[in-house]
């Protein structure tokens, strides 16, 4: 009986260090996961990001083409008006 009871308090301490240094193991694997899927959802969202600011970029330089437009329109109605008065 002695022998049974020696092997038990030896072998369930083992096993339990089995299962924990198991447990830290798959803990860390399944948060490398969750870090690679965070990490490609941050890099999905900077290049939406970067789309966004190129058509930003794009309609800025649009409007800034039409203000130009608009403003050498004014000044050709401001001078008509002058020459009027």
């Not at 369930?12 to 996961?33: D, E, N, T, W």
């Not at 970029?57 to 109605?77: F, M, Q, T």
């Amino acid at each position: 009986m002695s022998e049974n009871a020696f092997l038990a308090v030896f072998f369930f301490p083992a096993v339990a260090a089995v299962l924990i240094f198991f447990m830290k193991y798959v803990s860390a694997v399944l948060q490398a996961r969750v870090r690679l899927g965070q990490d490609e959802a941050y890099r999905q969202i900077a290049t939406q990001a970067t789309a966004a600011q190129a058509e930003t970029v794009a309609a800025l330089s649009s409007l800034d083409k039409h203000l130009c437009d608009i403003g050498l329109r004014i000044a050709v109605v401001e001078k008509i008006l002058k020459e009027v008065e």
